[in-house]
């Protein structure tokens, strides 16, 4: 059973606490289907979500199953499910495929064959089985609500809420949902609460919680609405509401919640009587005992208050507790508790689905290969300006020779072109790697931030997503930052001093230039609400990148040591500068008045930190609690 005492939730709002849930009483058995309903703004979705433990209860206790799980420990992921109003499946993956995923992610299975077993089944429970090729992409919004449903019942969950799964639905399909709903609180003892806004197809729910300004002004039996509420129609149900305040409706209630309630237990005992709920044993023993405590209340109630009423109804409990089913007329068992998936098991899921993901959005596939082709061959343009022999100085000068002097005027010249030349390309691969790790990373997360909300909420753990992340995107920099060197060498040969490692150790910086422009723009899309706030920082961030690094204008003393270790571009330059020949690096310095002093370990310590600070920060976002309701 599931119990509500005192139930709160409250906001500030100008400085005042506003109780959006305001002292909700409710009891619910177990293999009961009850809707909540109520004007817009109640706090239908507010209950749901302060049940689910995604809003923190203000004031007031949670019992499940007897248990407080304020204090007793809150339940375990598989206990619960979580229906939500958005779609909390991938456009690219098929129907099989997001429930084989979610499965998973969510349920540490036997083997395949049990895997599928469960997979099967839950397609046939939401009558999914015959589209379960289909990409989410093509389905209907009844289809995708089902496909959400089933989702969520991977695990067999005790307790399934479901926020406005019938919304912007045709009538035909509201009533598939509400009927398929209906029939999955018959089993196993579930508790199924679904708001809706609709006041339709109210007869296939066995109560009806109605709500007015977070207060309960009803829960009762369906047939019991209209006189309640002293209407002809439920559609008038909502103009009454309006007529008295919410305060009042909630005391109305307090005197005749325990009728209404007693009436709720005689219908639900109706259908165990019946055959049609079947309770695992442990439930039904455990509501029993409930009853019980009940009964001894109410007479230790009486006895004080001496009402007779009572002492009736007292009477009718214990005629329910003695018609209860034998064990042996019980047709289900207790089902065995859910183990959810270790660290690498959910980590290899998460990765495998990113790449099929990846492979299956053409758009993106495209975008990939056109950067990759394109960018280094904007380099490579640029590459017979930086392949004209450097001039050196002669080890003696003549200068009282107008053409030795003219000759050191032309030395001069030809190192400033070339010296630009090599700086300028340099520069120019660690901008455009910038922009790769910029398009990497800056809507990874934050474009699927609903998604994995729900999943962290299903038991994912945050540090296997993190990590399959960085894994699927250490792939994309690595192949884009290879391809970039190898390609402009072709065009440009690096200019390194014989026997050295020079073109190496550029390609480590340009590897560790695009890492450290992923891994912080990785870590603003963790941290941002939206995808678009995400890559519009992302882009003013790359934008800097290039007029900051003082590779093209030196910046003010002062300016440059504040900005400078936040540019990545500046010590992926710098450090490549230091891999070059010395000749070389003696032109570039003549073009720059950059500081070049750094060594390149210093410059590879730098880029090592922000990629750590871009993790970290990752981390911190995805770990923190981002539900938007």
């Not at 993956?93 to 395949?112: C, F, G, P, Q």
């Not at 093509?138 to 089933?150: D, E, T």
Request: proline residues 4%; charged residues 25%.
């Amino acid at each position: 059973m599931l119990e509500l005492k005192d139930f709160c939730f409250t906001i500030e709002k100008d400085g005042e606490p506003v109780n959006l849930v305001d002292r909700v009483n409710l009891k619910v058995p177990a293999g009961h289907f009850m809707a909540i309903v109520g004007p817009s703004g109640c706090g239908k979705t507010t209950l749901l979500n302060t049940i689910a433990g995604l809003n923190h209860m203000s004031e007031g206790s949670i019992y499940w199953d007897g248990r407080n799980l304020e204090e007793e420990g809150d339940l375990e992921p598989a206990e619960l499910g979580y229906v939500p109003q958005f779609s909390i499946a991938y456009d690219e993956l098929t129907v099989d495929e997001s429930i084989e995923a979610v499965t998973r992610l969510r349920v540490k299975t036997r083997d395949l064959d049990d895997l599928d077993l469960r997979i099967d089944r839950v397609l046939e429970e939401t009558g999914l089985t015959e589209i379960a090729d289909r990409q989410v992409k093509v389905l209907s919004g009844g289809q995708k609500r089902r496909l959400g449903l089933a989702m969520e019942l991977v695990t067999d969950p005790q307790l399934l809420l479901c926020d406005e799964v019938t919304s912007g639905l045709d009538p035909r399909s509201e009533r598939d949902i509400v009927r398929r709903l209906h029939a999955l609180s018959r089993r196993d003892g579930r508790i199924v609460l679904s708001v809706t806004h609709s006041l339709a197809h109210l007869e296939l729910y066995d109560s009806i919680l109605v709500l007015h300004e977070g207060r309960v002004a009803y829960h009762g039996v369906p047939e019991g609405l209209t006189h309640y509420f002293s209407v002809a129609d439920t559609e008038e149900i909502y103009p009454r509401l309006a007529k008295q305040p919410s305060e009042k409706w909630r005391k109305s209630w307090l005197k005749h919640g325990p009728t209404y309630f007693d009436k709720i237990m005689r219908e639900r005992q109706k259908l165990i009587d019946a055959g049609t709920l079947a309770l695992p044993h442990c439930k039904l023993m455990q509501e029993t005992q409930e009853a019980s405590e009940d009964i001894e209340l109410d007479e230790t109630t009486e006895l004080i208050e001496n009402k007779p009423a009572k002492s009736k109804r007292s009477k009718r409990r214990k005629s329910k507790i003695a018609a209860a089913p034998e064990e042996s007329d019980l047709i289900q068992e207790a089902p065995e508790p859910i183990e959810t998936p270790g660290f690498f098991s959910q980590y290899a899921t998460l990765l495998g689905r990113r790449w099929k993901i990846f492979f299956r959005d053409r758009a993106q596939v495209f975008l990939q290969i056109a950067i990759l082709l394109c960018f280094p061959c904007l380099v490579a343009l640029f590459g017979p300006q930086g392949n004209e022999a450097l001039r050196i100085y002669p080890d003696t000068i003549e200068m009282t020779s107008q053409d030795a002097v003219r000759n050191l005027q032309a030395i001069g010249e030809n190192r400033a072109k070339v010296g630009g030349a090599v700086s300028g390309i340099i520069m120019f691969q660690v901008v455009l790697l910038s922009l790769m790790g910029s398009n990497n990373a800056a809507r990874e997360v934050a474009s699927e931030r609903k998604i994995f909300e729900k999943e962290k909420f299903g038991g994912v753990r945050p540090l296997a997503y993190l990590f399959s992340k960085i894994t699927f995107l250490s792939c994309m920099i690595l192949v884009q930052s290879v391809w970039m060197a190898i390609f402009v060498e072709q065009f440009w040969p690096y200019p390194e001093a014989a026997g050295s490692t020079g073109f190496f150790d550029h390609l480590n910086f340009l590897i560790l230039v695009n890492a450290a422009m992923t891994a912080i723009c990785l870590g603003i899309s963790s941290l941002m609400k939206t995808s678009e706030q995400a890559s519009l920082l992302s882009i003013y961030l790359v934008g800097f990148q290039l007029p900051l690094s003082g590779a093209v204008l030196a910046l003010p003393e002062l300016v440059g040591q504040i900005t400078r270790p936040f540019i990545s571009a500046y010590w992926a330059w710098a450090g490549s500068i230091e891999s070059l020949d010395n000749r070389y690096q003696a032109a570039v310095k003549t073009v720059t008045e950059t500081p070049l002093e750094s060594s390149s370990t210093i410059c590879l310590y730098v880029l090592g930190i922000q990629i750590a600070v871009g993790i970290i920060a990752s981390y911190i976002g995805i770990k923190r609690h981002q539900w938007e309701h």
